[in-house]
């Protein structure tokens, strides 16, 4: 499986920038495709996900502002990221998560891009 996540850049605090992620096979394969970010001296940190479902969840931090979505047809998902601020610059990484036969999770991973929210 391939993850190739596109979109970081640079922007000016209260900017948006849309970071992409196309799957090299369909991301109904998956139980959940997301977002996930590192910033300086911090942790990873899932950001932002959406199963096979539909059903998305967001963490506290960008909820209102992060929006996550996906064109089936494209295998490819999109967080949409509105009124940025520096505490979300990061390195942002796109993850496809799925079971083993025996019912363990495991995860795919993109390269990560940066984003930075900088005046």
């Known amino acids: 499986v391939q993850l190739q996540a596109s979109g970081g850049g640079l922007v000016q605090p209260g900017g948006s920038l849309r970071l992409s992620c196309a799957a090299s096979r369909s991301i109904f394969s998956f139980n959940a495709m997301g977002w996930y970010r590192q910033g300086p001296k911090k942790q990873r940190e899932l950001v932002a996900a959406i199963t096979s479902g539909g059903s998305r969840n967001y963490a506290d931090s960008v909820k209102g502002r992060f929006t996550i979505s996906r064109v089936i047809a494209k295998n490819t998902v999109y967080l949409q990221m509105d009124s940025l601020n520096p505490e979300d610059t990061a390195v942002y990484y796109c993850?496809?998560?799925?079971?083993?036969?025996?019912?363990?999770?495991?995860?795919?991973w993109g390269q990560g891009t940066q984003v930075t929210v900088s005046s």
């Open positions: 993850n496809a998560r799925t079971s083993s036969n025996y019912g363990e999770a495991v995860d795919y």
